[in-house]
């Protein structure tokens, strides 16, 4: 069995991880980078939410900038995550436009996490776990 041998927070590696639309990504690199994106969001949102409150809710609208940086800085990471696991699964970046579809979401959603990528190198890029 292979294993991927580039730890997750290896320096410069979660950078191109979150922020980069180039390579491949693996699924267990994929589930892994969503659950710590979902965290982090959640962490982030509390943290804004709360900063609020303890104002007294007079300066909630400061808080909005921030949560709008939030969210779009976290959504860019999550669709460069989407290219990638694409680009593993030998699938242009295009493939990921379907997962605003209703319904028809389910079907990529599956398949980037549990469909396994292609084996060796390809158009993309070499194999995550080689």
Request: aromatic residues 10%; charged residues 15%.
């Amino acid at each position: 069995m292979h294993s991927d041998s580039t730890p997750l927070f290896a320096d410069g590696h979660l950078s191109h991880l979150l922020f980069s639309f180039k390579g491949r990504v693996n699924r267990r690199r994929y589930f892994v980078a969503n659950i710590l994106l979902g965290a982090a969001t959640i962490l982030g949102s509390m943290l804004l939410i709360g900063t609020a409150v303890e104002d007294g809710g007079d300066s909630a609208y400061l808080s909005g900038i921030p949560a709008i940086i939030l969210l779009l800085v976290m959504s860019f990471s999550g669709v460069a995550l989407m290219v990638k696991r694409s680009h593993d699964l030998d699938k242009s970046g295009h493939f990921v436009w379907l997962m605003l579809v209703p319904l028809i979401n389910l079907w990529p959603s599956l398949v980037m996490l549990f469909h396994r990528g292609t084996q060796g190198e390809n158009r993309f890029g070499p194999d995550p776990l080689a």
